[in-house]
């Protein structure tokens, strides 16, 4: 079977054990639950089945949970805003290279997106901090052939038992191998609507993913993860520097995918937005930042990945809700929608 075939396999079963999933949890719905909340499709009960309200079993707030995937044991941390009700939107944000899933979420200020936008987040651990992201990047996650994919697939579909989610809402953000990371589900899976990234770049062959709304935020100063594509530098002894394609280059391939036309680019300040509007209401958004380097704008500074080259954080824009809210704009076509 060829690559885009193994691939488009691989999104069909996972596109079809999530809408499983979300059934057996749309079954003890009430109808009305749809209306309260984020926007979401009415709730029916099959015939012959009574409908009863649902508890979430993710409670409200931080919480934290184990997931199995063959064999191995995964951490995924959670935050629900009080009063989310109906179908809910899912944001899954991954971690870079050293951190983990506690640390994306007292650093870049999720759970206040969430309370604001009416979110489910989840944030991941990778494994020895690190994802295996395609490429030879990054860490012991790509060392040992840890199966990320798989991992990711299956909290997402644990997280539709566990709670209505809303199939049409679910999205996934990163940063620098988080992001990667996120390239390579939107990729190699069609779980979700929209992906947003920053500080990374895409590592695998990506000729055959499912159309996806995109936006990319990338310091045109990064040292690690270079704005041209060249060599970055390593951001630890004893690893490979990456070496992916030109950042505007990723952007035209999701436009090529998106059947999107030519962007139109604006600049404010050290801000350089290019926007593609494309069918089904999907778009293509890179979002420069002069002078910028590795780093995710408006979080907390991390010292220690200062010392190992990260960048301060910019002031620039708020990357978090920059990206929150063009998932808001963008959530999933309705089936039959052209394009969709």
Same mark, same amino acid.
């Given at each position: 079977?060829?690559m ?5 396999s ?7 054990t999530?809408a ?7 079954v003890?719905?009430?109808p ?10 009415? @709730? ?9 309200p649902?508890?979430?079993?993710i ?5 934290? $949970?184990?997931i ?15 009063g ?18 506690? $640390?994306?979420?007292?650093a ?25 992201a ?15 994919v ?29 992001g ?19 500080s ?18 990338h ?32 952007a035209?391939?999701?436009r ?5 036309? /030519?962007? $139109?680019?604006?600049?404010?300040g ?22 910028a380097?590795?780093?995710?704008p408006?979080? $907390? ?5 200062e010392?190992?080259g990260?960048g ?5 824009l708020? /990357?978090?809700? @920059? ?7 963008h959530?999933r ?8």
């Amino acid at each position: 079977m060829s690559m885009i075939g193994r691939l488009r396999s691989r999104r069909t079963s996972a596109l079809t054990t999530l809408a499983a999933a979300i059934m057996a949890s749309l079954v003890g719905c009430t109808p009305g639950d749809a209306t309260a909340g984020s926007p979401g499709p009415a @709730t029916v009960a099959p015939p012959g089945v009574t409908a009863t309200p649902t508890v979430a079993a993710i409670p409200t707030g931080r919480s934290t $949970q184990t997931i199995d995937v063959s064999g191995e044991s995964r951490m995924v941390h959670l935050y629900r805003p009080t009063g989310l009700t109906g179908s809910a939107p899912l944001v899954v944000m991954l971690h870079g290279g050293y951190g983990d899933g506690t $640390q994306a979420e007292n650093a870049y200020h999720w759970d206040a997106a969430a309370d604001r936008g009416d979110f489910i987040v989840a944030f991941p651990d990778g494994t020895d901090r690190s994802w295996n992201a395609g490429g030879g990047c990054c860490g012991p996650a790509s060392r040992t052939g840890v199966d990320d994919v798989a991992f990711l697939t299956e909290m997402v579909t644990t997280l539709g038992r566990e709670t209505t989610l809303d199939p049409d809402r679910i999205f996934i953000s990163g940063v620098s191998n988080g992001g990667a990371m996120a390239y390579r589900m939107a990729c190699e899976t069609d779980l979700f609507a929209a992906v947003g990234v920053d500080s990374t770049t895409m590592l695998v062959e990506c000729s055959g993913a499912a159309p996806a709304s995109v936006l990319h935020i990338h310091g045109s100063a990064d040292p690690i993860i270079r704005y041209d594509g060249a060599p970055g530098r390593s951001y630890s002894p004893g690893s490979a520097p990456i070496d992916g394609p030109p950042v505007p280059d990723v952007a035209a391939a999701w436009r090529t995918t998106d059947d999107c036309p /030519a962007p $139109q680019t604006s600049s404010t300040g050290d801000v350089t937005t290019s926007t593609a509007q494309c069918p089904a209401g999907r778009a293509v958004e890179l979002i420069t930042i002069a002078g910028a380097g590795h780093q995710w704008p408006g979080g $907390q500074p991390n010292p220690r990945a200062e010392v190992l080259g990260a960048g301060t954080p910019s002031t620039a824009l708020d /990357a978090t809700r @920059t990206i929150s809210e063009f998932f808001a704009s963008h959530p999933r076509s309705p089936a039959g929608t052209p394009g969709g």
